[in-house]
Structure formats: structure tokens, C-alpha cells
């Protein structure tokens, strides 16, 4: 059997959970609030973001002043909203059959312990997960990599024997930046020419998609044979 550590380091909004379009919806009503007019196609282009980044490039010379409760706002909305929740067709299934194969599932996202508790709930598959990151592990999420470094530190596997799945191309920048290759999922609404243009090493439609093709997949090369 191969002796060192493998892990599948997961990002949950978008890639495994339904919800980046309710993070669109939560932004747009905060900005609406606030009386900034900000269109919806610019929100979801920074979708996965790290939020003070979202708000840099969103907002300009007026997120000092208005970023941190723009940011409030969009907790507010988005948690009103989280009854609209849904994981993905094949989420759970995915990360119980990488389980049972022996490679150490993460999930590795940068999402505030509330959002984290909901999103877990809406996963419902505890036993597989081996590790979790949140909000409270890093200073700057994607597309710095902090977030995927964390990860792979808890999983106890090198980057070589290690991928990430997301959604963004600030996925993809972030485990490149990490030193870890990519697998891109379209269920975020971004392209696979631009998740691969990012430097995705594969694409697929969705992790049901992912899952169908698993044997396939760069993801074989992590599971422990005999």
C-alpha cells in the first residue's frame, strides 16, 4: 500500500453546496441597503473571493467607509436565506466514497463559523470529513493561499499527494499559489475554459459529474491500493 498521507481538500460554496447564488442575492440587497448600485454579473465574478477583497473591488474608495457593514448586512440576508440550502447531487456520496477509500477528506473553506455550522448541516455527512477549516484559521482567504496551506497541514499530506476541488478561478489561484493542483467544478456558474485557462488540471460539470468519472479522475492517483 502507498505509505504517505493523500487528502482531497474541498471548497463547500459552490462545489459542494448550492449556495453562491444566495451569496449573490445577500450581497445585492446589502448594497441595495446601503444605496450602492452594484450589478449582479460584477457580485458574482467575485464570488469566492476573500470578502475584504469582494468589497475592494465592488465598492472602490467606498469600502472603508462602508465595507464593514455592507459585510454585516450580507450575513444578515444570507442567513435569512439558508432554508435555500441545498448540497449538490453526488456531495455526499463523493466525500463518503473518497472516505472509504482511505484518502483524508477536508473541507477547506474560509467561510465564518455560522455559515460553516450550516453548511455542514446541509452536508450531513460528519463521518467522512476528517478535518475543517474556517474564517478563523487565516487572515486573508482566497486567492491567497493560506486557506488550502491550512488545509493541507491538517490532512498531514504533502502537496504532491493532495488536490483541491472548487468553483472559482480564485480556487484554482490559491492551491496554485499553495502548490497544490486544482480539480474545477462548473456548479458555481464559472466556465471550464476559465477554470482551466486558471490552471484547473480538470473540469467537470459538477462533483456528481466527479464522482461518475472518479476512477478516471486525477483523484485515482490518491487512493491507497494494495
Known sequence: MTEHATAALFDIDGTLVDSNYLHIDAW?????????????????????????????????????????????????????????????????????????????VVLATSAPE??????????????????????????????DPD?????????????????FIGDTVWDVAASARAGVACIGVRSGGISEAELREAGAVAVYADVADLLAQLDASPLAALVTTA
Open 147 to 163: 486557506i488550502v496551506t491550512v488545509a493541507l497541514e491538517r490532512a498531514q499530506a504533502q502537496s504532491q499527494h493532495a488536490f
Open 28 to 104: 445585492a440587497r446589502a448594497f441595495a441597503h446601503l444605496g450602492v448600485a452594484v450589478q449582479s454579473w460584477r457580485i458574482h465574478r467575485c464570488i469566492g473571493m476573500d470578502s475584504s477583497k469582494l468589497l475592494e473591488e465592488l465598492l472602490g474608495d467606498r469600502a472603508d467607509t462602508l465595507g464593514s457593514e455592507a459585510g454585516r448586512l450580507h450575513s444578515i440576508y444570507y442567513m435569512q436565506a439558508s432554508q435555500r440550502l441545498r448540497a449538490f447531487d453526488g456531495a455526499r456520496e463523493l466525500l463518503t466514497e473518497l472516505a472509504r477509500r482511505g484518502v483524508t
Open 114 to 143: 455560522e455559515e460553516l455550522a450550516l453548511l455542514r448541516q446541509t452536508l450531513d455527512v460528519e463521518e467522512s470529513i476528517a478535518r475543517v477549516t474556517s474564517a478563523d484559521d487565516v487572515e486573508t482567504a482566497k486567492p
